[in-house]
């Protein structure tokens, strides 16, 4: 069950921990996989499965990206796969969008936020369909 008061999942102790370990195990491959950034998996699974709230998902995605980012950047660095001038102007601009949008997400009803996240998703895999 969900507590919509707060958004919490309240799935029992063993079965949020099996989900959560999923959850994130399925985000990382295709992060890594793909470079997309778990979030593109984990939020409609942290909504779906652990049966978080849409704010609450995207919040909580966005908190372990840190560590996601890091784990996967270790083997693209030692292939020397990374343009690291060029990681550290998008980290910057990054920083400052990613702030701006956390602010207005707050503000988005958790069901047109939803619609946003899924336009967002569709609207990019057209685009990788069509190059």
Known sequence: ?????????????????????????????????????????MVP????????????????SL?????????????????GNIDWPLAGMLAAGAALGVYAGARAMQRIPARQLRVLFGLFLLA???RLLIG
């Not at 908190?63 to 292939?79: D, M």
């Open 63 to 79: 908190a372990i990206i840190v560590f996601v980012a890091s784990a996967a950047a270790v083997p693209y660095a030692l292939a």
């Open 45 to 60: 699974m942290l909504v779906g499965l652990l049966r978080l709230s849409q704010h609450r998902a995207h919040g909580t």
């Open 124 to 126: 990019t895999s057209i």
């Open 1 to 41: 069950m969900l507590s919509s008061r707060e958004g919490r999942c309240v799935l029992p102790a063993k079965e949020r921990t099996l989900r959560g370990a999923l959850t994130g195990a399925a985000g990382g491959l295709f992060s890594g996989l793909t470079g997309v950034g778990g979030g593109a998996v």
